[in-house]
């Protein structure tokens, strides 16, 4: 039984902390009004769904149009005319994945300048597409295409190329990096629910804190040992955009990583991490009417609801409208702790003859009782061994405690085509997020699990407003192309935020004491500013292509300023100002000795926002120009038609700061003078190497070393919060059951160092996740089961923050849903 510290507040007295408590209500009551809206509009072209618009599952491999198209023919039901003739000498990429009919046949006859038009009666009759329908987009980005989305590969998990920032869209075989796109297929299949759930697949990519419960306490990752919160993520290219804490998979077309710096491509990141990038693509209404509605069980007892509807309008479909709503509610996997989300996104785009129009708007609001707790992190103190996971399923938050997020943003971004060679681009956008967190924080005192906790209020707000714009083209000199491309943007960032702390309170690591309610907490809603950032940034980037395009050699240079001003939260007064800046240069090459291999190498640099000295240094509020973080980087990739791969080799310098002995005694001066040095082997697997089983993985190797430490007393050891072997490989599998699919997860981390001195470890875990989904073949319908951590294991999934807390795996949990669509 829990000690018992004090006695617990009243349930009137709890109620006082947030007052919105009936926040679940009053987001079905936004919902449901938003539905009565938009639900009639869109169901203006198509009050049902035909044969053609329902979706199934395909596993046609590459082959002769005529053939491909008989069988696709067969299997959707459909009478295509004009295949024989028109077919004859052209070859189909052949069809992997869920598809309606209208979207198959397009995937189907991509590269073979046919169309498949709709008849009256249903059937479809074979074209060829007119000479000057396919030129432009072949003039403008030759083997490119840095404005359509790259289609999906073979297996539907993973896409054949992703955005390289103002590089634009780049097929994988083409970019000098190491790259992957996951798609709306995989997360449907998988039921994700965080970009955590997506970094699960790739082995460069650590999940160093997961939104607990319910996307709320917020994800973070380490992508080849470096840190990227969720508020470094970008939307469609533009940083500041979208949530701070948490994304919902829901409203996610496709997730693009980046590993490795990428100041060049995409400008410092609001935080100015380093590690990568990741970048959402938004869901766009296709040339098929959608509307699905998804029921959603989710253990212990939560119940949810998603919609997500689509429509095209105009003679030539120019007009596009999306959405996507999300209603979550009720008890978490933890005992005592309950969760609700709530999501409403609309994307909106228009295709015109010559420019492009995209404009993105959501809500979110997620929010957690009894939330934190080991979850967020456990801290050790010095010379503390490590304990034992405890039970992930137990309470260790108090009943009171409960975090709040609240999210708005907006983006508009258009393309105009001065030529068939040139277009320039231009975007908008800002978000505006608002956090209460009322926690407690634990430290585990000594080697007998006493435990030190004390209540804290830290709420804060980011509102943040970004702005692009660039011109890209293509000119020939000779044989050779030159793709040029010139980038402008910029961040503006205000921020604030309060903190409030109470006594400590003694209990037991394995009996966590209860803890009343805060009372003498004002716990004040008007968060003052503490900051304001803006980072501006031109850059320039040559793609060279030489051999036919198979060299590709791409140069460029970012030019960066960052400029912040701090402020005191009482008096409203500036207590510091930094104005730097820096060039970070990029040179990347690709050799393409067949269209099957792909050798690829960079040099790329990082630059973060700079440090500033602490207040308690002798050198307080001393500023350093943006640090560079180095990268070379080599690697092989490997397409084999319907199944691919790569192997990368890199080695990434990031300073460090380190601290100096000062005029006097007892004083310290704080300097950027350290250095971190991270060395790693990445082995990654994709595609459908059967027409039944998909494979999507792989295994990273890195050596995170500690090179110039204090007085070199670390030097040689291994960086703190980073594991050195990171593997994972999902599996799935069409079953001989028209209609069954299969699938499992296997995710293995190696153990983390708590600290420099490497005297202390978390040990290495793995977790096994399953899975299945059944589409009814007369009904369109799919139901899918989904079991994480299936074994219920208990583990310090990664250390982290500071003093390296301990952050406490999640349980077992069953996530349930059946999707139909109408």
Known sequence: MPQQCTVLPSASTAIRLFPRRHRALALAVHLAAFGLLATPLLALPAMAQTTQQQTRQYAIPAGPVSTVLNRFAAEAGVFISGAGELGEGRESPGLQGQYSVDDGLERLLSGTSLRAVRQGDGSYRLEELAADMALPLVEVTGARTPNSLPIAYFGGQVATGGRLGLLGNMDIMDAPFNIASYTSELIKSQQARSMADIADNDPSVQVALRGRGTNSGGDAFNIRGFTLSNGDISLNGMYGVMPLNTISMETVERVEIIKGPSTLLNGVSPRGQVGGAINIVPKRASNTPLTE???????????????????????????GIRFNGVLRDGDTAVDGQSSSLGVAALGIDYQGDNYRFSADMGYQKDSVDAASGFGSGLQIQQGVEVPTAPNARKQTAQSWEEIENEDSYASVQGEYDFSSNWEGYVGFGGSNNTRYNLRTNHSLLDATGSLASF??????????????????????????????????SQIKEEGGFLYESDNVRVSELRSVGVIDYPDQFELLRDIPKSYER????????????????????????????????????????????????????????????SDSISIYG??????????????????????????????????????????????????????????????????????????????????????????????????????????ETQDGINDGNQAPGISRWLGNVSVEWD?????????????????QYIDASNTREIPGWTRWDVGAGYQFDDHPITVRANINNLLDKDYWESVGGSGGRLRLSEPRSVILSATMEF
């Open 735 to 751: 079953a001989p059951i028209s209609g069954l699919t299969l699938n499992s997860r296997i995710v293995k981390s190696s153990s």
């Open 293 to 319: 509605i998804s029921t959603v069980y989710h253990s212990d007892s939560q119940l949810g609801t998603h919609i997500d509807t689509g429509r095209r309008f105009g003679e030539s479909n120019q007009l």
């Open 455 to 488: 209540p804290v209020y830290y709420p804060d707000y980011v509102d943040t407003r970004s702005a692009m714009a660039g011109i890209r083209g293509l000119l020939t000199t000779g044989s050779v192309t030159h793709n040029l491309n010139i980038n402008l």
């Open 602 to 707: 960079n040099y790329i640099e990082g630059l973060d926002l700079g440090y500033t000295a602490p207040a308690t240094a002798e050198n307080a509020g001393e500023t350093f120009p943006p640090s560079k973080t180095q990268q070379l980087e080599a690697g092989i990739k490997l397409d084999l038609g319907n199944f691919g791969g790569a192997v990368s080799a890199f080695e990434i310098r990031q300073p460090s700061t380190i601290t100096l002995p000062g005029s006097t005694d007892g004083e310290f001066i704080s300097t950027q003078d350290g250095e971190q040095r991270n060395r790693g082997i990445e082995i990654n697997i994709f595609g459908q190497p059967t027409s039944t089983l998909k494979l999507l993985g792989g295994i990273a190797y890195l050596q995170p070393t500690l090179t």
């Open 534 to 593: 803006e980072l501006t940034s031109i850059a320039a980037a040559n793609v060279v292509g030489l051999l036919d395009d198979q060299l590709l050699v791409t140069l460029g240079a970012r030019h960066q300023n960052v400029r912040i001003e701090n402020f005191d939260t009482e008096s409203g007064n500036r207590t510091s100002l930094y104005d730097e800046s820096a060039v970070a240069p990029a040179v990347g090459i690709t050799v393409k000795p």
